[in-house]
Nanobody
């Protein structure tokens, strides 16, 4: 069982930055992959950024150059640095982990970007 807890969401203006954190009960090194997803009202959940165990990182085209996924293995924490935020980034952001072919999700954190 893997427990994930997100934090760091909030209300910001367009152009500002936020950093999301995802703490995990598991040793990140043992996970197959971790990532961030988001879901805006009335839309399907979509991938934001993921990192596999071999270190490969993948970003959605809409966030490339603005968002950065990082991992602190010593703290078992994953981060999402979000810069130059846009109103269309408004969504609930979820932390995801894959371990032994199972998906685990956090409870989500709301990010709202005003224009």
């Amino acid at each position: 069982q893997v427990h994930l807890v997100e934090s760091g969401g909030g209300l910001v203006q367009a152009g500002e930055s936020l950093r999301l954190s995802c703490g995990t009960s598991a040793t990140i090194f043992n996970l197959n992959a971790m990532g961030w997803y988001r879901q805006a009202p009335g839309k399907q959940r979509e991938l934001v950024a993921t990192r596999t165990r071999d270190g490969s990182t993948n970003y959605a085209d809409s966030v490339k150059g603005r968002f950065t996924l990082s991992i602190d293995n010593a703290k078992n924490t994953m981060y999402l640095q979000m810069n130059s935020l846009k109103p269309e980034d408004t969504a609930v952001y979820y932390c995801n982990a894959i371990y032994r072919s199972r998906d685990y999700w956090g409870q989500g954190t709301q990010v709202t970007v005003s224009s």
